[in-house]
């Protein structure tokens, strides 16, 4: 068994939100209560959060893990298996609508990004309504593949 230390990278985004600031801590982490995952998920209306025993253990075999979090509730997070030298997908990347266009989703790229910059390439499978914002990341859209699934999933 593999124990895995929790680092926390403390970026500070300031943002008057009914005149508080809100302070966004970035963790890189792989333990979280079934209910923060399942809120999360299904925040975005994504199916997998109907399954948050399974979505514990996948976080636990992710790579690499990080989650951003709003004092104790956990607002976005992105999730990366990788080869160990050349190739590394992300898997889940996502933000709680209500903290959409406030950096949090771009600052978790970022930090994806960092973590691989030895990489050859970094891959992702972006819905059609988000390509904009992953272009504005540095993704380009391949002109010649498409994504393709065997799943139980219906988002």
Not at 14 to 28: A, G, H, L
Not at 48 to 73: C, E, I
Request: with cysteine; proline share 2%.
């Amino acid at each position: 068994m593999f124990i895995k230390f929790a680092t926390i990278i403390r970026i500070v985004y300031e943002e008057r939100k009914n005149n508080q600031i809100m302070e966004i801590t970035y963790k890189d982490i792989h333990e979280f209560r079934k209910e923060e995952l399942e809120d999360l998920f299904l925040s975005v209306d994504w199916s997998s959060g109907h399954f948050p025993d399974k979505l514990v253990v996948a976080m636990r075999n992710f790579q690499t893990v990080y989650s951003a979090w709003d004092g104790d509730k956990l607002v976005g997070m992105v999730c990366a298996m990788d080869d160990g030298i050349m190739t590394a997908y992300l898997h889940y990347m996502l933000v709680r609508p209500e903290y959409h266009h406030q950096g949090i989703g771009h600052n978790l790229l970022e930090l994806m990004k960092e973590h691989y910059q030895s990489y050859l390439r970094i891959g992702l499978i972006a819905y059609n309504t988000e390509l904009d914002f992953y272009e504005s990341c540095g993704f380009r859209k391949a002109e010649n593949a498409s994504p393709m699934f065997i799943t139980s999933l219906w988002t």
